[in-house]
């Protein structure tokens, strides 16, 4: 959920001490922001006290649908797009459905140049189209932590994508190649017939995509009321008035652990100011830190951060937002038909926003399997799941997550998460851009962990042992399975690119079971990063 003003107005703070200096902001910028901030608070507690209804808006009929109108269904357009442009071009009749009107929002989505590239592999944009929606570019990044180590890295999600021309290019192709698109048109509940699915009692498709986010319903239903088992909180700004700077940060630490939290931030510059972020890493407990609270922490800190006092910027947009992760993730609806994609999914890293650049990575391996799963007819609910599958690349990180996060009653050093992240991040950096590079982009593979954790192991005992306490004994073996599976995966994806000569002698519906097998070991194992 991220929500943000979309107009700028110089903020000059007021004298008066009745308000704090998130109101005294928030207030002044056109639109209700501060009123979103408390609606977003207010969803955020509803979750931490496991007080969100749960909807029934899937349900399942045994009738016969008979004929359908479209092979997919795309519920939610801001991401859904890149899929049903990527699918409508392979020539898949396909419909999207998108709650208000189809358009990116004002901020850049940063992402790698390379990552970029599957745009051109799926004739989505040309190269021209593509340089025209880069609406920004830095180098280089900047990876540090408290009174420790700093890292500077080059080509490393230091592109800014312009999501308003992204979005209406790929509009604009989607149409071109047959596709339909109902604006306006908010999901409202599907029907799961034996041969189809009718969504909100009018559009009949073989295959719904869910593609509604973090918040989905459908989503909220599979899930069953289950609290998340943590939650990232994010809040920062768009402004004006900086020192010149055309560096950015990618995580860096500065300060020890506030009020429970490990504050950490990231920055760079922005087509109309400069944006800054704010995030740390907490449990659901109801009793941390709310983003209201959090943005007043943002604000207090800003000052130290980018050595700039506040009435000397010009706010652009507020951003703020709160990300739930699940340990059982991806999510296998228990429906058929039915395929949950993007955040809607839970497929991507608990130490990531997911979003843009978890779509895109796994956007060609979306494309390719849910055309066979149409063509082979496997859209059965365990056929689907296989599009979503266990990936121990993703599993692993939940280690770090909780390494990177403090319980409300946890006690343990102030300094305690920044020696341990700057320990790790040194090993990285002393053993090249090999191991460092794919961590920084969510790629964690067996060989590059394995040669960190022995390295840090070995040159800081001391800040190792100390993790074991504070994760917790089943939190590390638990790890040390997901860990093991790594590895096997490594094995797994590597004999099967010996095996690929042979797949084209296979059956057209095993040849579909294969190469989700292969897609899962794959990324499951790391071995889709793609080097600049």
């Known amino acids: 959920m991220l929500v943000e003003s979309l107009r700028s107005r110089s903020v000059t703070l007021l004298e008066s001490t009745s308000m704090s200096l998130t109101e005294e902001i928030l207030s002044q910028l056109p639109g209700d922001v501060l009123g979103g901030l408390r609606r977003s608070d207010r969803i955020l507690s509803s979750i931490r006290e496991g007080k969100v209804p749960v909807p029934t808006v899937v349900r399942e009929n045994q009738q016969q649908l008979g004929a359908v109108d479209w092979d997919v ?80 890295v080059e080509n490393v999600l230091n592109i800014g994508i312009d999501p308003v021309y992204l979005l209406e290019i790929l509009k604009q192709k989607f149409l071109a190649a047959g596709g339909n698109l109902f604006e306006n048109t908010p999901f409202k509940e599907a029907v799961v017939h034996p ?16 593609a509604m986010g ?107 937002g709160f ?59 365990n056929a689907l799941a296989l599009l979503q599958p266990y990936q121990p690349s993703l599993s692993v990180t939940w280690l770090f997550q909780k390494a990177m996060s403090v319980g409300v009653n946890q006690k343990i050093a102030p300094e305690q998460i920044n020696e341990l992240l700057s320990a790790v991040f040194r090993q990285m950096q002393q053993s090249g851009d090999m191991v460092l590079k794919p ?36 939190a590390l073996l638990d790890w040390m399975v997901h860990y093991g599976n790594l590895g096997i995966y490594s094995v797994l994806f590597w004999l099967s690119q010996r095996l690929e000569p042979w797949e084209k002698y296979l059956p057209s519906i095993s040849q579909y079971y294969w190469h989700r097998w292969v897609d899962a070991w794959k990324y499951g194992s790391g071995g889709d990063y793609l080097d600049e």
């Open 73 to 152: 269904l795309i519920c939610g357009g801001t991401l859904g797009i890149l899929i049903g442009c990527a699918l409508a071009v392979q020539g898949l009749r396909v419909a999207l459905i998108e709650r208000g009107r189809l358009r990116g929002r004002d901020q850049e989505w940063n992402i790698s140049r390379k990552e970029l590239q599957v745009f051109l592999e799926l004739s989505l944009l040309t190269d021209a189209e593509l340089e025209k929606a880069i609406a920004t570019e830095y180098n280089p990044a900047r990876v540090g932590f408290d009174k420790g180590v700093e890292i500077w």
């Open 195 to 210: 041969d189809g699915v009718m969504i909100n009692n009018q559009y009949k498709a073989r295959l719904l995509i869910d």
């Open 214 to 320: 973090h918040f989905s319903p459908i989503t909220q239903q599979a899930r069953q009321g289950q609290k998340p088992d943590a939650v990232c909180l994010v809040v920062g700004s768009c402004a004006q008035g900086f020192p010149e700077n055309h560096t950015g940060d990618l995580i860096l630490s500065f300060t020890p652990i506030q009020k429970q939290c490990q504050y950490f931030w990231e920055a760079f510059p922005a087509r109309d100011g400069r944006t800054t972020y704010m995030f740390t890493y907490m449990d659901a407990d109801p009793q941390h830190i709310g983003l209201e609270a959090l943005f007043e922490e943002y604000l207090r800190f800003m000052p130290k951060y980018q050595s700039v006092e506040l009435p000397q910027l010009t706010f652009q947009r507020a951003l703020f």
């Open 323 to 381: 990300f739930p992760s699940y340990r059982q993730s991806p999510l296998h609806t228990p429906w058929s038909r039915i395929l949950p994609i993007g955040d809607s999914s839970g497929n991507q890293s608990p130490l990531s926003f997911g979003g843009f650049g978890a779509m895109v990575r796994h956007l060609h391996r979306l494309t390719q399997g849910i055309h066979e799963a149409l063509q082979t007819d496997q859209l059965s609910a």
């Open 439 to 474: 961590f920084l982009q969510d790629v964690v593979q067996f060989p590059a962990l394995t040669q960190t954790l022995l390295k840090t192991s070995v040159a800081h005992p001391g800040i190792v042992a100390k993790v074991i306490p504070q994760v917790g004994l089943l």
